[in-house]
T-cell receptor, first 110, second 114 residues
Framework: QKEVEQNSGPLSVPEGAIASLNCTYS??????FFWYRQYSGKSPELIMSIYSNGDKEDGRFTAQLNKASQYVSLLIRDSQPSDSATYLC??????????FGKGTRLHILP | DGGITQSPKYLFRKEGQNVTLSCEQNLNHDAMYWYRQDPGQGLRLIYY???????QKGDIAEGYSVSREKKESFPLTVTSAQKNPTAFYLC?????????????FGNGTRLTVT
């Protein structure tokens, strides 16, 4: 069974601080990794995609990938109350199959 | 604007009835997916299809059926055999020809069976 693991949280972070979200995956041949943000009752929206080892930055968001450790993370700098949501880690395990972790609930404290 | 349309937004059914959830996309994506989400849980894959007239079971296909007669459409039927059908159902699409392509989601259908 190919799995994606996330800490369910909630993760509480003060406003303005850095939020760090982590994800591990079991399928070593996975090539594409995605972070989605989901507000309560809404559908997920794509935050970041990452495919190569290292860091990828987009505004306040940085995705980090370490394929040797089968680990992908998302950093949110200068956290805002609007960042409070559930963050889903997704992994493309084959060209046409994408599986998700259970998500981490993030709460930004004003 | 291109996107994925799921209908209806809310659906109520009596236990023992089959129900079909609609998903239409105009993104010209080859691959389409159905996921189920229960409260406080992540997304679990029900079925997916890479091309017309072909589809594969996901991790929780029992009690569900799909068809892919057109590239734009991927309806999901929740049958009476599905023991716990009440959930939030999400349809998504992507371009599998590009291995890095992410999923694009519809707005979801919330199904309640009593």
């Amino acid at each position: 069974q190919k799995e994606v693991e996330q800490n369910s949280g909630p993760l509480s972070v003060p406003e303005g601080a850095i939020a760090s979200l982590n994800c591990t995956y079991s399928d070593r041949v996975s090539q594409s990794f995605f972070w989605y943000r989901q507000y309560s009752g809404k559908s997920p929206e794509l935050i970041m995609s990452i495919y190569s080892n290292g860091d990828k930055e987009d505004g306040r968001f940085t995705a980090q990938l370490n394929k040797a450790s089968q680990y992908v993370s998302l950093l949110i700098r200068d956290s805002q109350p609007s960042d409070s949501a559930t963050y889903l880690c997704a992994v493309r395990v084959r060209r046409d199959k994408i599986i998700f972790g259970k998500g981490t609930r993030l709460h930004i404290l004003p | 604007d291109g996107g994925i349309t799921q209908s209806p937004k809310y659906l109520f059914r009596k236990e023992g009835q089959n129900v079909t959830l609609s998903c239409e996309q105009n993104l010209n994506h080859d691959a389409m997916y159905w996921y189920r989400q229960d409260p406080g849980q992540g997304l679990r894959l029900i079925y997916y299809s890479q091309i017309v007239n072909d589809f594969q079971k996901g991790d929780i296909a029992e009690g569900y059926s799909v068809s892919r007669e057109k590239k734009e459409s991927f309806p999901l039927t929740v049958t009476s055999a599905q023991k716990n059908p009440t959930a939030f159902y999400l349809c998504a699409s992507s371009s599998p020809g590009q291995g890095t392509s992410p999923l694009h989601f519809g707005n979801g259908t919330r199904l309640t069976v009593t």
